[in-house]
């Protein structure tokens, strides 16, 4: 910015502060609002001045607004005028917000003031209230400025007020101030920290957690001693938040091992996972019968460290606990055995994965662990879990094929081609040994029972008596028994038994109508044209474009979006490539037509030209704006884009205004701002941003000659609307 320029900006700014203080005289208070709100970006004696003034306007909204924009221009020069409205507003809207800003200013001359409105609603005599509000509204306006005003005390750091607070928050007849007041207390310093301290032996649970939290949020200096004594306390929830508060002072992690040993199994947890334990001390916990939780945070502690032999005592231990009953335990071990065993456990896992017993949350940790090794057999197993029934692992594997594909591994990103393209991959088949009988139980036990369990035929009903009992031979038996009999006989004891174990035999499963049919091997190939974009390499351009040829519309979005992010200038779509770009552009989907253009954009202007014009008179909006945005200036003349300002559509209006702003026309920024007040304001935030960038000065003075016109009432809200956007962004950037 030059000399003359920022003379410019201020000669602007002083006019503008000037025709807004005057607008504080209007008979309209929206207007006076607006005018305030608009000074606090306009910092300066002049603005300082006349926001002042506001706080004695008559309207309570312009009061409000006048405070808030002090709090802007956060000068010390309004502390007096900001105590004398706490003393007298009777608005109780403007002494909470008053109070706020006393704070933020650090006012210490506002303290004494302060420690009267915590202590009580009629301690200091100096302050009024509007006591007709009180019965009217039915609030006590009182209870959010105490509030407030202990805030106040804390960011003022004044000491002698802790005794006060400490008394606000015994009062058993006031409000909840447990969190507001320990948190004022803790930046009190000695006084402050030491009143916490006294608190907590008769403090609630809520309490305690609010002491706790203070603390923790306090000068670490001073804190930090109380925080240790805490880690001794017979509470474990203050160990707990004592615990979670250290830890994020690394030199006095060490201290928290003590807690490793503590008989509450949540604070041993977070000890594992937070501090610093020896792996010998991990080893003890896994042979232990420690809870769940506290194996799993011990095993999470183990991942790290140096790879380990297949014989060595920790890996086999590890090998162990990948069977725990637990499927949590189990899966944590599996992460910790393959992140210390590396390949040399790559038998392990496949085992597992073969197992149909396997627990999917152990096979599901298998499957990502797969994708931190090297393994060549590690890329089969996962193109197998690739077509799983289950989607979480079907989608880890195709996570894990990708991380070893950005690894470097060709066979891994040759798996996600594979299904990307929908070609035939070697992997055994998904009813393989990964599929389950989930009603084996059932089966053996109705067996056990001497029940006929075959398998019905395909086409044979399954709402037959003998489907009901479970088993025709009763079913048959019952049927004969009661042939000629007019009232049927029920079921004896045994029967009842055989109908409601028959009755646990889990069903086909219906298909909800609400549900998408989309098979697993669709699913996997949806997911892996988006996992193949930051892949390496030209094929997977190739495989990209292949994929625009398919019926599968997100599938083919996805390709066409991964294509305009792996575009690279100095390899530029080839002839037959262009050719089946083109052919999006002709699609029912107004997604994929959107796509083309922004593809053939990418290629270059001659690209896109042949297809702009029919796309400019697209059915599909958001074609249409891609269009109006790409087509180059000879394309669209002046004449046509004012014409498109007038559009019903606003994302085609917006797409008209960017390129008038990005455009050279000398009329551009007269053309814009009448079109602020086009559609009812609905483009004013949007053009005041574009406007202020092309010229902040320009914007507020044609803004202000709107507000100064009288002929121009109807336009005085959206101008004014304009205005503050325009100051803001401006004070913003």
């Known amino acids: 910015m030059t000399i003359s320029t920022a003379k410019n900006d201020l000669d602007g700014d002083l006019s503008t502060v000037i025709f807004l203080s005057e607008l504080l005289d209007s008979p309209y208070d929206v207007l006076r609002c607006d005018a305030v709100q608009a000074l606090g970006f306009l910092p300066g004696e002049k603005s300082l001045g006349a926001i002042i003034k506001a706080l004695r306007d008559e309207d309570e909204d312009v009061r409000c607004d006048a405070v808030a924009a002090l709090g802007l221009v956060a000068d010390q020069r309004a502390i007096p005028a ?14 909470v917000l008053a109070v706020e800003l006393l704070g933020q200013l650090a006012a210490k001359e506002a303290a004494p003031l302060l420690r009267d409105l915590v202590a009580g609603r009629d301690v200091s005599p100096e302050i009024q209230w509007d006591d007709d509000g009180f019965f009217e509204d039915g609030w006590d306006d009182w209870l959010d400025i105490q509030f407030k005003s202990i805030t106040a005390l804390g960011q003022l750091e004044d000491q002698t007020s802790a005794q006060v607070i400490v008394a606000a928050l015994g009062d058993e007849q006031g409000q909840d101030l447990s969190e507001v007041g320990c948190k004022a207390l803790a930046c009190m310093g000695e006084k402050g920290l030491s009143a916490l301290e006294g608190m ?4 609630s649970e809520r309490m305690k957690r609010a002491i706790v939290g203070a603390l923790s949020g306090a000068s670490a200096k001073t804190a930090i001693p109380y925080l240790h004594d805490l880690l001794k306390s017979p509470d474990p929830q203050l160990r707990l938040a004592a615990l979670q508060n250290l830890s ?12 490793l040993d503590d008989p509450d199994p949540v604070v041993r947890t ?12 991990i080893v003890d916990v896994l042979f232990s019968d420690a809870p769940g939780p506290v194996m799993i945070a011990a095993l999470e502690r183990l991942n790290s460290g140096k790879k380990l032999g297949a014989d060595h005592p920790y890996i086999k231990l590890l090998i162990h606990l990948a069977d725990h009953p637990s499927q949590d335990v189990a899966a944590a071990a599996i992460t910790a055995l393959t992140s ?6 790559m038998a392990e896992l496949e085992t597992r994965m073969q197992d149909p017993e396997t627990p999917d949350a152990v096979a599901w940790a298998i499957v990502r662990a797969l994708g931190t090794l090297s393994s060549k057999r590690g890329i089969d197993i996962l193109a197998e879990a690739a077509f799983s029934d289950v989607r979480e692992i079907r989608m880890e594997a195709l996570s894990s094929l990708q991380r070893r594909a950005l690894t470097g591994s060709k066979n891994a990103k040759d798996v996600l081609c594979q299904i990307t393209t929908n070609q035939t991959v070697d992997i055994k ?9 989930n009603n084996a139980a059932v089966r053996r036990e109705m067996t056990q029972s001497g029940l006929n369990i075959e398998e019905p035929d395909a086409d044979q009903p399954s709402s037959t008596l003998g489907a009901i009992f479970g088993d025709e031979q009763t079913a048959n038996g019952w049927l004969a028994a009661n042939e000629n009999s007019e009232i049927l006989e029920p079921l004896n004891d045994h029967e009842m038994a055989l109908l409601a174990m028959a009755e646990r035999m889990p069903k086909k499963q219906k298909i909800s109508l609400e549900q998408s049919s989309q098979s697993a091997a669709e699913d996997s190939r949806r997911v892996a044209v988006r996992l193949l974009v930051p892949c390496a390499g030209s094929d997977v351009n190739d495989i990209l474009v292949s994929a625009l040829d398919v019926k599968d519309e997100d599938l083919c979005r996805s390709a066409a979006d991964g294509l305009i992010q792996r575009f690279d200038k100095d390899h530029p779509f080839q002839e037959q490539e262009l050719e089946k770009i083109s052919h999006l552009l002709f699609s029912a989907n107004g997604d994929l037509r959107r796509l083309g253009l922004e593809l053939l954009a990418l290629q270059g202007a001659d690209a896109v030209r042949p297809y702009l014009q029919k796309s400019l008179n697209d059915t599909d909006v958001l074609v249409r704006s891609t269009a109006i945005r790409l087509s180059p200036r000879d394309l669209l003349s002046d004449d046509q884009l004012s014409r498109l300002l007038d559009d019903p559509m606003p994302l085609v209006r917006s797409a008209a205004a960017s390129v008038i702003a990005s455009s050279r026309a000398k009329d551009r920024f007269t053309v814009l701002f009448g079109f602020v007040f086009k ?10 941003k574009k406007l202020s960038t092309l010229s902040s000065t320009r ?24 205005l503050k956007f325009s100051l803001r962004h401006r004070a913003m950037n």
Request: aromatic fraction near 4%; charged fraction near 25%; charge should be negative.
């Open 82 to 95: 900001l105590v004398e409205n706490l003393k007298l507003d009777p608005c109780g809207d403007v002494k």
């Open 200 to 203: 907590l032996d008769d403090a």
């Open 248 to 259: 994020t002072h690394k030199n006095h992690i060490p201290c928290l091992k003590l807690l």
């Open 270 to 281: 977070n000890a594992f996972r937070l501090a610093q334990p020896t792996e010998q001390q």
């Open 340 to 345: 210390r065993g590396g390949n040399k456990i």
């Open 429 to 437: 088949s998904p009813e393989g040994p990964r599929a389950k009988d």
């Open 679 to 688: 559609h009812g304001g609905f483009h004013c935030l949007e053009m005041a």
């Open 699 to 722: 914007a507020v003075a044609k803004a202000s000659s709107v507000l100064a016109a009288e002929d121009r009432k109807s336009d005085w809200a959206i101008a004014m609307e304009f």
